[in-house]
């Protein structure tokens, strides 16, 4: 039988319209309307003319309910193997057999993108075993050590969150930590310069016309943080010019596009006291700091009263010099 190849460039467009339509993917429409041309060219003699769009939609139709349920398959074996794989991270990574800390453990998945989602799934399909990913995949073996090393340490801040804690490096996923860690070093070289403008994005919320630092940065040594309804406030400890340890703190949030935007520029805290390791007092805070019990959000509950005596004799010692 000869075929009008307009015609049958009519009935292709035909099919693929309503199996797009119908499945919402180009990949399966193509593969639809390809079998159901495929199959109309086989039965094309014993089909009248008018009843042709009738019949390609109806073989359209039933391929599309094939594809369904193969899709159903997959959703339901991809949720299987996710809940299995959940289920090896938290043995691998979760103390304790906590309930609330495994639900929130799993819930912490929702926040993988694709990539490192797909990236867990193999890291376990290839049981843990980052040489044999690195032999079936052309990515190296450090690549590969440090995406497993990033996500694991996501899901583990992502887990934190989830349980409520709000007061602890544990909640800091390792791209929050880059772009904390990028800020500070970018503020520092552009306090140095006299430059703080090159900062536009980062300060596009505060008004740097009136702020005046005043204050120089030797070295960053460290920072703790605190995350309140999406806004983290961080506590960063540095030396400065004259070899002291100090302080200043920031508040900012992550915009959409993952960039750390500035509530409240660096700043020193009102009230400082500053005291050796080795001093009488210093040791008393530090067995305080150290024996103090974590609550549920990460905050540390030792004695509000202890601390302010030994405030108020470090001021009186002060007050004395």
Known sequence: MEYDNKKLSEYQKFVFNFALYKTGSIEAANDITSQTINLYLLKADTIEEE???????????????AFFRSEKKETQKQDNYRHEIMEQLYEQQAIGRDEALKEAFQDSFKALNDHELKTIFYYFQCNENIKEMHNMI????????????????????????????????????????????KFLRRFKTNLENNSLEKMYYYFSEVDLKKYNPSYEIKKILDYEIELIDSIYKVWIFFKNKKDETDSFF??????????????????????????????????????????????????????????????KQIEKTKNKE
């Open 51 to 65: 009843h042709i769009k009738g019949w390609l939609i109806q073989t359209s139709k039933k391929y599309c309910q």
């Open 250 to 311: 920031i508040k900012f949030y992550i915009d959409k596009k993952n960039h750390l935007k500035i509530l409240t520029p660096p700043q020193k805290p009102s009230n400082v006291f500053k005291f050796k390791e080795d001093s009488e007092e210093g040791k008393r805070i530090l067995k305080i700091l150290n024996s103090a019990p974590i609550d549920r959000t990460g905050v540390s509950k030792f004695s509000d009263e202890e601390l302010e005596k030994i405030l």
């Open 138 to 181: 052309n990515i190296s073996y450090t690549v590969l050590r440090k995406q497993i090393s990033r996500i694991k340490n996501k899901l583990k801040a992502e887990t934190y969150k989830v349980l409520g804690v709000i007061a602890t490096k544990k909640i800091v996923t390792p791209q929050v930590n880059n772009l904390i860690v």
